[in-house]
């Protein structure tokens, strides 16, 4: 969305068009100027003039004073450049014109060249941005920044540049550690992200687009967000202005303490749009710390799988308003089984904290120490009941499951291919095996974690690079019908897609 902007419509409407139209405006402001006092003078005390110093008003608004947090902060930002070895997506090679251009033919001839040079693995370097948060160099950034690296260079401010060493990373938080060979470096010194406020001023540091030592700064514009692409994490979404190279970076406080890794943004054009979206420190320094003692990350589970309310489920529900988890179904023997929880319960409440949405759930629930005894609000049949529930620890199958699946963020779903047991037992039919949903479009239809995607549009669906190509080539706000598996029954829901972005396009 674009807004126009009051300062920008003045300007063009002071703009002038050449040096005779420029004599002619000073002249006229001259003019009016010395009428203006002479009609002063004249009047008396019928136009009064202000005094000297009348138009300085006290500050209602104190404007923040970044300087102390650049001068004492910035030498404990790194740049951080990585190279791996990757297979080129031969997706992402496309030809810009349509077919019936004279220039169709040219290009297609040298998109078929480069997919030919592409079939080879291809070298990969990445940028982004870290911090220093030991002296000894112990550095934080984004996993994604690093993940799947060969190699990795860090370079100081003072431009001296050291080979690192990943000491260890959790996609799911995308948050990672790094190791140089160097002591006595100058520190972050790490806040409290529960704290932050809709409304207080932010900093970021880091290395957009490669520029070394950038800073920008804005507000926050709430403070759990989630995402339909990371489902274990509430963002701290704020207008900082962040780009590609800003991932990893920390965004400060007033206080000079970092409560975030600035992470991704939303974006049609591939560049800063007003949305930006940061890790919150407290959520990374869970994988710091679980590092530092040489543990293992665990993921507090439930068990249920879930689906968002629609104020049609909410009527059918008896509830007043569409709001919370609907649990659509409870794995055997799970926390939630062992609890009572059922299928048609609503999760209102988690430990004590309201859930609006189903996006709220799974972050609340996978920072839950395993073994907590927690209440769980539920509404079940249109009354109120609150269930003890012991948190257990997500298999290590469900992880891995998330972790390799293949996103799908226009339809807000994770998907990965078929296992060979699924193959055997549904063949020859092909799908892919939806393995999370957050809210949006296709837990709106009706597709939940499970089930399996056999058809979109008309087309069968193979694998889930496939299925991405076409949900981002389909039109937006137009009914789509999709034709889904669960257990032996296959059945026809139907999905309205949004407006694609750059993230819904293959590769990204």
């Given at each position: 969305?674009?807004?126009?902007?009051?300062?920008?419509?003045?300007?063009?409407?002071?703009?002038?068009?050449?040096?005779?139209?420029?004599?002619?405006?000073?002249?006229?402001?001259?003019?009016?100027?010395?009428?203006?006092?002479?009609?002063?003078?004249?009047?008396?005390?019928?136009?009064?003039?202000?005094?000297?110093?009348?138009?300085?008003?006290?500050?209602?608004?104190?404007?923040?004073?970044?300087?102390?947090?650049?001068?004492?902060?910035?030498?404990?930002?790194?740049?951080?450049?990585?190279?791996?070895?990757?297979?080129?997506?031969?997706?992402?090679?496309?030809?810009?014109?349509?077919?019936?251009?004279?220039?169709?033919?040219?290009?297609?001839?040298?998109?078929?060249?480069?997919?030919?040079?592409?079939?080879?693995?291809?070298?990969?370097?990445?940028?982004?941005?870290?911090?220093?948060?030991?002296?000894?160099?112990?550095?934080?950034?984004?996993?994604?920044?690093?993940?799947?690296?060969?190699?990795?260079?860090?370079?100081?401010?003072?431009?001296?540049?050291?080979?690192?060493?990943?000491?260890?990373?959790?996609?799911?938080?995308?948050?990672?550690?790094?190791?140089?060979?160097?002591?006595?470096?100058?520190?972050?010194?790490?806040?409290?992200?529960?704290?932050?406020?809709?409304?207080?001023?932010?900093?970021?540091?880091?290395?957009?687009?490669?520029?070394?030592?950038?800073?920008?700064?804005?507000?926050?514009?709430?403070?759990?967000?989630?995402?339909?692409?990371?489902?274990?994490?509430?963002?701290?979404?704020?207008?900082?202005?962040?780009?590609?190279?800003?991932?990893?970076?920390?965004?400060?406080?007033?206080?000079?303490?970092?409560?975030?890794?600035?992470?991704?943004?939303?974006?049609n054009s591939g560049g800063y749009m007003g949305l930006s979206f940061s890790v919150p420190i407290n959520t990374a320094m869970r994988v710091v710390h679980a590092l530092q003692n040489h543990q293992a990350l665990q993921f507090g589970w439930l068990g249920v799988e879930m689906q968002s309310m629609t104020p049609d489920m909410a009527q059918a529900f008896r509830?007043?308003?569409?709001?919370?988890?609907?649990?659509?179904?409870?794995?055997?023997?799970?926390?939630?089984?062992?609890a009572e929880l059922r299928p048609g319960d609503v999760i209102v409440a988690f430990d004590n904290h309201p859930v609006y949405d189903i996006g709220q759930l799974p972050p609340m629930v996978g920072a839950t120490r395993p073994g907590s005894l927690i209440p769980v609000g539920i509404l079940r049949d249109g009354e109120a009941k609150t269930l003890e529930v012991t948190i257990g620890t997500q298999p290590e199958k469900a992880q891995r499951d998330i972790r390799h699946s293949t996103p799908i963020p226009r339809l807000a779903i994770r998907v990965e291919p078929l296992s060979p047991p699924i193959e055997k037992e549904i063949k020859p039919r092909p799908g892919v095996l939806v393995v999370t949903a957050a809210s949006g479009p296709a837990l709106e239809a009706g597709i939940t974690p499970g089930m399996i995607i056999e058809q979109v549009a008309g087309e069968t669906i193979r694998n889930p690079d496939q299925l991405r190509k076409i949900i981002s080539s389909l039109p937006a706000a137009t009914p789509i019908p999709v034709l889904v598996r669960m257990e032996k029954a296959s059945v026809y829901l139907v999905v309205t897609l949004p407006q694609p972005s750059d993230q819904d396009k293959p590769g990204h």
């Open positions: 969305m674009k807004r126009r902007g009051t300062g920008k419509t003045l300007l063009k409407n002071l703009s002038v068009t050449s040096p005779y139209h420029l004599v002619a405006a000073i002249t006229t402001a001259l003019a009016l100027g010395w009428a203006s006092t002479a009609a002063a003078q004249t009047a008396g005390t019928l136009i009064a003039l202000p005094a000297s110093g009348a138009g300085q008003q006290e500050k209602r608004v104190t404007l923040p004073d970044l300087t102390p947090i650049a001068t004492h902060d910035g030498a404990a930002i790194v740049n951080i450049s990585s190279t791996s070895i990757q297979q080129v997506d031969e997706s992402q090679i496309r030809n810009p014109f349509p077919p019936d251009s004279l220039f169709y033919q040219l290009f297609k001839q040298l998109i078929e060249s480069q997919k030919e040079r592409h079939h080879q693995p291809q070298k990969v370097e990445t940028f982004g941005s870290g911090f220093i948060i030991n002296a000894n160099g112990y550095i934080v950034t984004a996993a994604h920044v690093v993940h799947g690296a060969n190699h990795i260079v860090v370079t100081l401010t003072n431009h001296h540049a050291y080979d690192a060493k990943l000491i260890g990373l959790s996609v799911r938080y995308d948050t990672a550690v790094l190791k140089i060979h160097a002591h006595h470096l100058p520190t972050v010194a790490i806040g409290d992200s529960k704290q932050l406020q809709v409304g207080q001023w932010v900093l970021a540091m880091g290395a957009p687009f490669g520029l070394y030592n950038t800073l920008t700064q804005g507000i926050i514009s709430t403070v759990k967000r989630p995402l339909p692409n990371d489902p274990y994490i509430l963002f701290i979404q704020t207008d900082v202005p962040i780009n590609p190279g800003s991932s990893g970076g920390p965004l400060f406080d007033m206080a000079g303490r970092v409560v975030g890794i600035n992470d991704q943004i939303y974006t509830l007043k308003e569409p709001v919370g988890a609907l649990i659509a179904s409870v794995l055997p023997g799970s926390p939630a089984a062992q």
